[in-house]
């Protein structure tokens, strides 16, 4: 009886709304999971039946048959891969892709594919995913160079890694000589200070982030100076450290224990300078800088220059041997002539200056403008000792590139070093994620290296992936092949460090479509109570 047909059909309605009120469940249910992506459900009719043909036959019959539809039946569920939103979390191992594709993670001898990139590395210096998984990708040598032949690995990285320490090959200097011969006769030390990255020291620069504390202060610890003022008396000045100072603390305390007549400490692009205005019988001068505490701080040698009276302009840096081990370099302009100085290297803890080591030592000039003329390069080279070869380096005036000018206009001394390409040996403190997909290690030299990269695999159909739970997905025939890449190998596709996409379920469609599946699933439930009624009133003619 056609009755029983619409009580099957309305059954396989409630059987496709339960399906599709299932995908809706599973996609509320997971809106805050990351990388989630939410699926949808299509359907078709079930068959049809033929009732017999029209009333008319022929070509010019409106229908070929009578035909009636048996049902519905669940079409297919797929999945949007829309992309999500991304969401700062702060964490650095966290990653997510814009664009297309697929992180890869190997486990049980399998490798899926996977939106949610929140991997963290275990104690083994793997990167992994929450259940272990290990992430894949292209491991870098030694130099930093990503090796992409082959086949991926699963991303190490050695937490005893260390950055091999570097010979110093340049030194630059920039400022300006003053042209000027005044006799101010204003006595000062000057000592240069920079911070870890290498760049000049500010008065906002915590102690513990200069380059020349090797070994952080504590409360508590001090920092002494033994100084002999202009008039020949000695002084000791002691600073005590306080968590959080910076150097302006320093040069406060310093300021504090001493007389503007008897010196004054200032900090200008990691400068330090003390001066004294008052010519005495003896030069100021700062003989020794001691740490007392746990803390190591290795300061720079203070020179003494006494600005105008011979015009002269002393500058100071560190430089770097093939062992990484630091020696205190001053270099020393004395101007012999209107537009001409010469220049003095020496190393104040003994090294040998083998070039230039004796008068006469190498001159640069000036034209009348007070712009170089000749002289803006010269090499040195010494004798580190301690095992370490013979050191040659470039020291360069000014950087014509980078707008940078060695000058000598009347005005104020200000050349000095204001970089130097050498660093000691490095040990691994902190990794960071870039665009690409770059894993860089970030050392406690200041220098920076890429240990390896993530892969970002495609597949030519999406939908054609297996889901297998926990975010994964399994690649199959229906996919297509596989491509495994970097992020910037496939247009469009990058990958953000310290952020996860979110799940890309939209709560108001969804309570949308429940609201209609529901409604739906009472229709298809009132088909088949109508039917049974019907079916009721068929067998109570008999009655």
């Known amino acids: 009886m056609s009755l029983i047909k619409a009580m099957n059909s309305g059954v396989s309605g409630l059987r496709a709304f339960q399906t599709k009120m299932d995908v809706i469940g599973n996609n509320i249910a997971n809106v805050e999971t990351a990388g989630f992506k939410s699926s949808r459900v299509t359907f078709a009719e079930l068959m049809t039946q ?14 070929l048959s009578n035909q009636i539809g048996l049902g519905v039946r669940v079409s297919s569920i797929d999945r949007d891969f829309a992309q999500g939103v991304l969401n700062s979390t702060g964490r650095n191992t966290d990653v997510a892709l814009e664009g297309e594709g697929f992180f890869a993670v190997r486990g049980e001898g399998q490798t899926y594919l996977t939106r949610a990139g929140n991997f963290a590395f275990n104690k083994d210096g793997f990167l992994v995913d929450p259940s272990g998984r290990n992430v894949q990708g292209f491991l870098a040598d030694r130099s930093g160079n990503v090796l992409r032949a082959g086949a991926t690995s699963d991303i190490y990285v050695d937490f005893e890694n260390v950055f091999p320490p570097k010979a110093t090959e340049k030194v630059k200097l920039a400022g300006n000589l003053d042209a000027n011969t005044s006799r101010t006769q204003t006595l ?15 008065s906002t620069t915590a102690i513990n982030d200069l380059a020349q504390v090797t070994t952080d202060m504590v409360d508590g610890d001090t920092i002494t100076f033994d100084m002999t003022l ?29 007389t503007p007549d008897e010196g004054r400490m200032a900090l200008q692009d990691g400068m330090m300078t003390v001066r004294s205005a008052t010519m005495g019988d003896s030069e100021m001068r700062i003989s020794g800088v001691n740490v007392g505490g746990t803390g190591v701080f290795s300061s720079p040698p203070f020179q003494v220059s006494t600005e105008g009276l011979t015009g002269t302009r002393i500058m100071s840096t ?67 000792g301690n095992g370490a070869s013979t050191t040659t380096f470039e020291v360069e005036l000014g950087d014509i590139e980078q707008g940078i000018s060695f000058t000598q206009f009347a005005g104020n001394n200000s050349a000095k070093v204001f970089r130097q390409d050498g660093y000691q040996q490095g040990a691994l403190v902190d990794m960071q994620i870039d665009g690409e997909g770059r894993i860089q ?68 469609k969804e309570f949308t479509e429940m609201i209609t599946s529901q409604r739906a699933y009472q229709s298809s439930a009132r088909v088949i109570s109508t039917a049974d009624e019907m079916l009721m009133e068929t067998v109570n003619l008999k009655r």
Not at 251 to 258: P, R, Y
Not at 469 to 488: H, I, K, P, Q
Request: proline share 5%; charged share 20%; glycine share 10%.
């Open 188 to 202: 000062q030390s000057v000592s240069s200070l920079t911070t870890d990255d290498g760049q000049p020291a500010r």
């Open 230 to 258: 202009h008039d020949g008396s000695p002084a000791t000045i002691t600073y005590t450290y306080a968590a959080g100072h910076t150097l302006q603390d320093l040069v406060d305390s310093f300021n504090a224990q001493l």
């Open 50 to 63: 033929r009732l017999g043909r029209s009333g008319q036959s022929g070509d010019s019959a409106p229908q």
């Open 318 to 384: 560190s430089v770097y041997d093939d062992l990484g081990r630091t020696h205190d370099m001053v270099l020393e302009f004395r101007q012999i002539d209107e537009n001409t100085w010469e220049y003095e290297p020496r190393f104040t803890d003994g090294q040998e200056v083998v070039q230039p080591a004796t008068p006469p030592f190498p001159t640069v000039t000036f034209d009348e403008l007070g712009n170089l003329l000749n002289g803006g390069t010269f090499n040195l080279t010494f004798e580190p």
């Open 441 to 508: 290690g970030v050392f406690d030299n200041g220098k920076s290296r890429v240990l390896s990269q993530l892969a970002v695999s495609q597949v030519q159909n999406q939908n054609g992936l297996e889901m297998m739970g926990a975010g994964l997905y399994r690649a199959t025939v229906a996919a297509g092949e596989t491509f495994t890449n970097t992020a910037s190998d496939f247009a469009g596709t990058s990958v953000t460090a310290g952020a996860l996409e979110a799940s890309n379920v939209d709560l108001a």
